[in-house]
């Protein structure tokens, strides 16, 4: 079936909403009522039709307005996109990968037709109809990652894998929860996720490192990452913290409906075949309380998950001005009632 | 998660290359595509030589970016423990086997300005792939390759066919002409990666070389063909399945967990990736680590113990599995 895409911004009147479809399919990421921290990595397997999971690179009504923000992004700051010059291999790979999934998961949005090294890429939502060269980066207008990841729902990070370790060596970051490529390039899977509390305590950080270093060819997998965002704003980066910043002080018992937002990314993690690099794609979500609550299930666990969450994951991730604010709110749709296992609504 | 999903093949080609050397051409048994791969991966073929299932590494050797087959290189090792015995006695066209997803703990360092590959014997078969994606890539590259005789040594002429003279060049043992590793390492040009596939003897010897002139490690690269040794027969219990397994003079641990029908991790069944790291709960003995994996205090403290090549001598062995 077609998707109906919305015309919506991310910024300035922020009239992003979800239809009542979207918030069902929403990956909800909490799978029982009190905060966990773990390793949480699961093979990404294809779900069910009218999850998030129906395609392995996915594709909503939001596509084509988050493709005009992430243009408006890099046309503000081309630095959201880099890729440092041995990448070239691992970007192709990207493009193929992107273009093989989008087209399989969406045949009537998008097609692909390969003829040796000759390949025609259509792109209906966007109007796009593209014949071009395979490895030959000079028939396309852009690089093979920036030409893809302006066609693609979600921040793309290629890690190449050398000396025992993953480096974080090209990617295209417009859609973040405050954090900078143009910091971070370069960088090796330890030094990225310093910022990050508890974790490397719990030695969580090397446990992964040690499976992602063995990531199988064919075998992609994923884990849930939140936070919360006030304002549907996709582009919450260091570079812009001055735009968003301020608006967490902006919520008060009137308006956590409309402005407090769920923000969850799917990242699945693939092995790339040519150049053996991994692609880490980071999938962002937002959905605001008035949808949340509108999934009774979601709307009982939310305000219990969110009243366990240890003290540092809560400054960490920005929370402290409005969390006790929100679980009030959330509080008057939480019954006390028992919710049922797993994520999806009942 | 044990080896990952395996590919059904069918053996289409098997050809005779040089004394002891056979290659092998598979495809794909479902029509499907072959995954693309890059230079220097390896697969795991699966042999069933009468219901008894081995496992065996070889790398990749036919082009990265050609999806229509996979090709692999077998030596007919002289105390093969079955697995090249099989490949070359029992293996006809036609057979249908199973291969993993390829696996590359060999990777070229993509940064690398210029190449230099040193292979020794059947080590050359993962620089066909990587030289292949090289040259496809436009990559400056230099194969050096060390053969016992003329007619052990698979594919010289090919390779001189493939990229000329100055690219490959070809030393034989029998006629006194050796790599001048030395004099190689001393004239490299800044940003130089190496990489040396061959026997221990030869890996040892140009890695130490290197270090000596100043390499850096990073820029140092090898992959060793470790399998698993045989040695005095043992028994292991396995203290989550409450099993207790019997491990042969000719089998590895990990091969016997499996004949039991435990369903164990690994991938290169080589000791280099680490896959297959089990912790020990019991050790009244001694743990005979052959690994490249752990590093020398995780093998001394006894804890740790890869299941694909390390074996064990004394009375009682209890692992975590």
């Known amino acids: 079936m077609a998707i109906a895409f919305k015309q919506e911004t991310f910024r300035d009147d922020f009239s992003y909403r979800n239809s009542p479809e979207n918030i069902r399919r929403f990956p909800f990421p909490f799978d029982r009522d009190e905060y966990m921290y773990a390793v949480n990595m699961e093979p990404h397997l294809k779900g069910q039709k009218g999850t998030a999971f129906e395609s392995l690179i996915d594709v909503d009504e939001h596509y084509v307005a988050e493709m005009h923000d992430r243009a408006l992004v890099l046309k503000e700051d081309p630095l959201r996109y880099q890729a440092l010059p041995h990448m070239m291999t691992a970007q192709w790979d990207t493009l193929e990968l992107l273009m093989e999934e989008q087209a399989a998961g969406f045949p009537e949005h998008f097609t692909l037709i390969r003829n040796g090294d000759q390949w025609r890429w259509i792109n209906r939502p966007l109007g796009i109809d593209d014949t071009f060269t395979f490895g030959d980066r000079s028939t396309l207008p852009y690089e093979p990652l920036e030409y893809i990841t302006r066609q693609a729902q979600g921040d793309f990070c290629i890690v190449d894998q050398r000396d025992g370790n993953l480096w974080m060596d090209a990617g295209m970051v417009t859609t973040q929860a405050d954090w900078s490529l143009d910091f971070d390039i370069g960088m090796n899977f330890m030094e990225w996720h310093g910022p990050v509390p508890l974790a490397h305590q719990m030695g969580v950080f090397d446990r992964a490192l040690k499976f992602l270093l063995n990531l199988q060819q064919g075998k992609p997998t994923r884990r849930f990452n939140w936070t919360m965002t006030i304002n549907p704003r996709l582009d919450t980066s260091p570079e812009n913290y001055h735009k968003w910043g301020p608006d967490r002080a902006s919520v008060t018992p009137e308006n956590v409906g409309e402005k407090v937002h769920l923000r969850v990314e799917v990242q699945s993690l693939w092995r790339l075949p040519r150049s053996n690099a991994i692609l880490f794609v980071i999938r962002c979500y937002l959905m605001n309380m008035n949808e949340l609550v509108t999934v009774p299930k979601w709307a009982r666990r939310f305000p219990r998950v969110l009243s366990t969450l240890p003290p540092e994951l809560i400054d960490y991730k920005g929370l402290t001005r409005y969390r006790q604010t929100t679980i009030d709110w959330l509080s008057r749709f939480d019954d006390g009632a028992p919710t049922s296992p797993g994520t999806f609504p009942d | ?321």
């Open chain 2, 1 to 321: 998660m044990s080896g990952g999903t395996e590919i059904p093949v069918r053996v289409t080609r098997v050809t005779p290359v040089a004394h002891r050397i056979k290659r092998f051409r598979f495809e794909r048994s479902d029509g499907r595509p072959m995954p693309y791969f890059s230079g220097g991966a390896h697969v795991i073929v699966s042999m069933n030589d009468n219901g008894h299932v081995r496992r065996n590494a070889y790398s990749l050797m036919s082009a990265p970016y050609d999806c229509s087959a996979y090709e692999i290189s077998v030596l007919h090792v002289e105390d093969s423990r079955g697995g090249s015995s099989f490949m070359h006695e029992k293996v006809r066209e036609g057979d249908e086997m199973r291969v993993s997803h390829p696996v590359n703990l060999f990777q070229p360092d993509w940064r690398g300005r210029k190449h230099l590959l040193i292979a020794g014997g059947i080590g050359i078969t993962p620089f066909i792939a990587m030289m292949e994606q090289f040259s496809r890539e436009g990559a400056c590259f230099e194969m050096h390759y060390a053969i016992r005789t003329r007619d052990r040594g698979a594919y010289c002429e090919d390779l001189i066919a493939r990229y000329g003279p100055q690219r490959v060049k070809i030393y034989c043992d029998a006629e006194n002409d050796r790599i001048p590793v030395a004099r190689l390492l001393d004239s490299q040009p800044l940003g130089t990666h190496l990489y040396v596939c061959g026997p221990a003897g030869m890996i040892d010897g140009v890695l130490t070389t290197g270090l000596e002139a100043g390499w850096p490690e990073q820029n140092l690269h090898s992959e060793r063909f470790l399998s698993s040794q045989p040695g005095k027969p043992f028994s292991i219990e396995l203290t989550r399945s409450g099993r207790t397994v019997h491990v042969g003079h000719h089998e590895s641990m990990l091969e016997a967990i499996e004949a039991a029908g435990i369903d164990a991790p690994f991938l290169c069944r080589g000791g280099a990736c680490g896959q297959c790291e089990t912790m020990v709960a019991l050790c009244d003995g001694k743990l005979l680590h052959n690994d490249v994996y752990l590093t020398e205090e995780e093998k001394a403290s006894g804890r740790k113990v890869m299941l694909c090549v390390s074996r064990f001598e004394g009375k009682a062995l209890h692992l975590d599995l």
